[in-house]
């Protein structure tokens, strides 16, 4: 997003909360430029006036977030194309920007990397597996525990 941002034209600072520095700066040192990006601790209020600011959607609803100056709030995402969604999160401003890639994008990924291996976290995996079958690939679905997942025991 914050490339996305900086294409676009946007050169004023952006302001980060703690949880995304660490990411964004491994995508710099990876030659991305994102630009001047600063954090917001110990930023005073007046000079976050009218400015983006990056958060994990959680910090929303923290204590965190009081040091905000008049906040307007977006989310960046594939669910914000569904109205009701955007309403149970109180969003402001819904960016409809999926961050999953396309199928073409991904069938293209693997075989550009040719994995010893892939493995399908989540989405269709019964579709990803038929694919790899297809083109003689090795691939296997993984089980991951979700927030809405228990573990049997």
């Avoid at 594939?78 to 409809?96: K, N, S, Y």
Wanted: glycine share 6%.
């Amino acid at each position: 997003m914050i490339a996305e941002l900086r294409a676009m034209g946007w050169d004023a600072p952006v302001y980060l909360h703690g949880a995304l520095i660490r990411m964004s700066e491994l995508y710099q040192a990876r030659g991305i430029d994102l630009g001047d990006l600063r954090p917001v601790t110990d930023t005073p209020k007046t000079e976050m006036q009218g400015q983006i600011i990056f958060c994990p959607p959680s910090a929303l609803n923290d204590r965190w977030s009081r040091r905000l100056p008049a906040p307007i709030t977006a989310m960046a995402s594939g669910w914000m194309r569904v109205r009701q969604r955007a309403r149970q999160r109180m969003v402001e401003l819904p960016l409809i920007i999926s961050d999953h890639a396309d199928w073409d994008e991904l069938t293209q990924t693997i075989a550009q990397v040719n994995p010893f291996e892939t493995w399908i976290t989540h989405g269709s995996e019964d579709g990803l597996l038929r694919w790899c079958e297809l083109n003689q690939r090795r691939a296997r679905a993984l089980r991951l525990l979700g927030r809405d997942e228990e573990e049997m025991q």
